[in-house]
């Protein structure tokens, strides 16, 4: 033995190591479940409530509610949007009702409007 309390013939360091390895298989099956919709990638952008009011976008369903007040108002409904259901299954834009919550991804650039104004790749309705 080398002087250190244990068990004979066990090298120190291998119990964090087994530990280590666990944690980052858990961490890559962890991230392969934040998988968004079609075309969109990773954990959600933002998340919010569906609304519908005249003076936002024009009675269509828009974000109200959003964790990122800058989202605020943002329109969900631009075309060429995936809308899929809690279940990943598409649903269409239909699905998105006043007080429905939902998940979003949008695209990298956004016009500086209010409201602001993104490419929504996809929209997850939760319920």
Known sequence: MTG?????????????????AALAVAAMLSACG?????????PADLTGTVGADEAVNG????????????????????????VVDADDAEVGTDALVAGAAVEVWVGDACAESQPVQCDVLAVRVLG
């Open 59 to 82: 009675g269509g369903p828009a974000l109200v509610d959003a964790s990122d007040v800058y989202y605020e108002g943002l329109a969900l409904d631009d075309g060429d949007v995936v």
């Open 34 to 42: 934040a998988q968004g919709p079609s075309g969109a990638d990773g």
């Open 4 to 20: 250190r309390a244990g068990v004979a013939g066990r090298r120190p360091g291998r119990t964090a190591t087994a530990a280590a």
